[in-house]
């Protein structure tokens, strides 16, 4: 149980970091390096403002900021939720083995679909993905 509970305690202290500085105030954090680098937005581009959105109860801003980590994060608790339910029966849970986290098709469907948002949100189609 120390893993997933140790994991639980570092999310919750960078989440409540980001919601205590705003990363919409210049200087607080660095520029993504991707986006410095190319000018393209990565898949994590306005991810910090997106959760400290969510931190202060602003989903709509948060969806306009960067939809695919709301989508995330969901997937992201309830995985650390199956892990902790393992850890704690010591077996299997929903079918999945206690040395895995998710079907590989799962992850390489996340992986297509993270993808697909990072090229689109740097189309011209796609502008209203930018952060």
Known sequence: MLAPLGTALAAGAAVA???AVDPNEPGHYPTCPFLMLTGLY???CGGLRTVYA???GDPVTALGLNPFVVLVIP???ALWGRWTLRAWSGGE???VPA???MRPAYVWL???LM???WIARNLPFGEFLAP
Request: net charge positive; charged share 5%; with cysteine.
């Open 54 to 56: 969510l931190v202060h």
């Open 115 to 117: 993808v697909v948002f």
């Open 110 to 112: 996340l992986l297509a």
């Open 93 to 95: 849970s929903g079918g």
């Open 75 to 77: 997937v992201l608790v």
């Open 17 to 19: 970091f980001v919601g």
């Open 42 to 44: 990565c898949p994590g």
């Open 99 to 101: 040395g895995k986290s």
